[in-house]
């Protein structure tokens, strides 16, 4: 069995920062990627950032020089540090992982961008 735990959310002002972790754990050997999405109010789920198991990322446009995604295999845990925080950042993020061909979810934080 795999669990997901997100953690970090929060309110921010505009122009504020702040890091997201998520944690796995359960029985398995390796987990293939990992990523962040986020769903904002009325608007459907969409992805902020991948990390395959060799580094390699990618990012949405619209959080490309802003959000950065790091992961620590070791500690099966990933992290999204957020900068320059804007309103429209607002939404649930939930972390992904892909282990043995499943996707597994957390059950999401609120990030709130407000002044």
């Known amino acids: 069995q795999v669990q997901v735990v997100e953690s970090g959310g929060g309110l921010v002002q505009p122009g504020g920062s702040l890091r997201l972790s998520c944690a796995v754990s359960?029985?398995?050997?390796?987990?293939?990627?990992m990523g962040w999405y986020r769903q904002a109010p009325g608007k459907q789920r969409e992805l902020v950032a991948r990390?395959?198991?060799?580094?390699?990322?990618n990012y949405a446009d619209s959080v490309k020089g802003r959000f950065t995604i790091s992961r620590d295999s070791a500690k099966n845990t990933m992290y999204l540090q957020m900068n320059t925080l804007k309103p429209e950042d607002t939404a649930v993020y939930y972390c992904?992982?892909?282990?043995?061909?499943?996707?597994?979810w957390g059950q999401g934080t609120q990030v709130t961008v407000s002044s």
């Open positions: 990390i395959a198991n060799g580094g390699v990322t």
């Open positions: 992904n992982a892909q282990i043995m061909g499943n996707n597994y």
């Open positions: 359960g029985s398995f050997f390796s987990i293939y990627s």
